[in-house]
């Protein structure tokens, strides 16, 4: 894509040219219930980052009401009126990719900024605000409607994307937040326009509890299952499920990764292990606690399904090298 037909170069070269126009529409209104709003879910001081910040009205309230701000817009020209309205924290950068460390906004706002994204580019913004915010709130606004366009100001173009509420909801789900509340209201400034207001937070990111079964044969022989996802030999178990204990969970993973009844015969040790992100589909890397169980066959058959696609009988001095590494220890310790 050229400058000539890339919808947010146009746009940012528009806003070059009537930064002036604007700050002088707009500075009158100050958007003090969606302020309050978001506000009240920060701490006192708290740092936010104001995305596509323009002429740093947002910017110059956080300041006012005791916040820290920092501000990123891709126009050059709103930005110098925002350093003149008293921001000293500004940045010229795009929303698809902030200049930030993660983990370092308590919260983020973006209002009236992110419409100017072609659709398709809306993801990898909501993710680079889940990268740079610490576990914490987001504010976006949209206008509601159907569609991608442009429309034009002071004779130059605008491009705008526009959404549906449930639209907006799924993609902070997917890039990470939970919704917690979504607004629909009028134009601030007196136009036919709808906003969608939502609030967000980051999904609480914590390690995964789970259990898992060391099965000997009465050769000594332990049992493997290959897992489906990345082809690796590991001892059958899974994460636990919120209406069961620690116990349970050895026995029905066991149950639904290989057909097998099983019983405890005792506790084999508590795991606290960190998988790399290159080993799961998810690609993500995690850090799970596992408590091993060595348990004894009641009944059942062996029986492939979607997440095992072999079994096999191992002597312990003989694993298999594509064992998943960390399995090695559960099985020695339920040895011993
Ligand atoms: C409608 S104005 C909103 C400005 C400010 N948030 C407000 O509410 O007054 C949209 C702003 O988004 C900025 N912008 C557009 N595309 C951007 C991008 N990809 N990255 C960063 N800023 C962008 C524009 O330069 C402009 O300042």
């Given at each position: 894509m050229t400058p000539f037909n890339n919808p947010v170069e146009i746009t940012v070269a528009t806003y070059n040219h009537i930064a002036p126009n604007y700050a002088a529409?707009?500075?009158?209104?100050?958007?003090?219930?969606?302020?309050?709003?978001?506000?009240?879910?920060?701490?006192?001081?708290?740092?936010?980052?104001?995305?596509?910040?323009?002429?740093?009205?947002?910017?110059?309230?956080?300041?006012?009401?005791?916040?820290?701000?920092?501000?990123?817009?891709?126009?050059?020209?709103?930005?110098?009126?925002?350093?003149?309205?008293?921001?000293?924290?500004?940045?010229?950068?795009?929303?698809?990719?902030?200049?930030?460390?993660?983990?370092?906004?308590?919260?983020?706002?973006?209002?009236?900024?992110?419409?100017?994204?072609?659709?398709?580019d809306f993801p990898a913004a909501l993710r680079e605000i889940n990268r740079t915010l610490r576990h914490g709130h987001i504010y976006i606004s949209l206008k509601k409607g159907e569609a991608e366009t442009w429309r034009s100001?002071?004779?130059?173009?605008?491009?705008?994307?526009?959404?549906?509420?449930?639209?907006?909801?799924?993609?902070?789900?997917?890039?990470?937040?939970?919704?917690?509340?979504?607004?629909?209201?009028?134009?601030?400034?007196?136009?036919?326009?709808?906003?969608?207001?939502v609030i967000g937070w980051t999904k609480l990111d914590t390690p995964h509890v789970g259990a898992c079964a060391v099965i000997f044969d009465e050769q000594g022989r332990v049992l493997l299952t290959r897992r489906a996802d990345n082809g690796m030999w590991c001892v059958p178990g899974g994460h636990m499920d919120m209406d069961e204990v620690i116990r349970q969970t050895a026995i029905r993973e066991t149950k639904e990764e290989t057909g097998l009844d099983v019983e405890i015969e005792r506790l084999v040790g508590m795991y606290s292990v960190h998988h790399p992100a290159h080993l799961f589909p998810e690609r993500k890397s995690r850090t799970v606690f596992i408590v091993a169980f060595r348990c004894k066959i009641l009944g059942g058959e062996l029986a492939l399904n979607d997440e095992v696609t072999e079994f096999g009988w191992f002597e312990p001095e003989t694993l298999p090298p594509d064992l998943l590494a960390y399995h090695t220890e559960r099985i020695l310790d339920a040895m011993s």
């Open positions: 529409r707009r500075h009158k209104t100050v958007l003090g219930d969606e302020l309050d709003r978001f506000l009240s879910y920060l701490k006192p001081g708290g740092l936010i980052l104001d995305i596509g910040c323009g002429t740093g009205r947002d910017m110059a309230e956080f300041l006012r009401r005791g916040f820290r701000a920092v501000g990123v817009d891709r126009s050059a020209a709103m930005l110098k009126i925002a350093a003149q309205e008293g921001a000293t924290l500004l940045a010229l950068a795009d929303s698809r990719r902030l200049p930030f460390a993660k983990d370092v906004f308590a919260g983020e706002w973006a209002c009236a900024s992110l419409l100017h994204l072609p659709k398709a100001a002071h004779g130059r173009k605008r491009f705008f994307a526009y959404y549906h509420p449930a639209e907006v909801e799924l993609a902070l789900e997917r890039a990470g937040f939970h919704v917690l509340d979504v607004r629909l209201s009028g134009d601030a400034i007196g136009r036919d326009t709808r906003w969608i207001s």
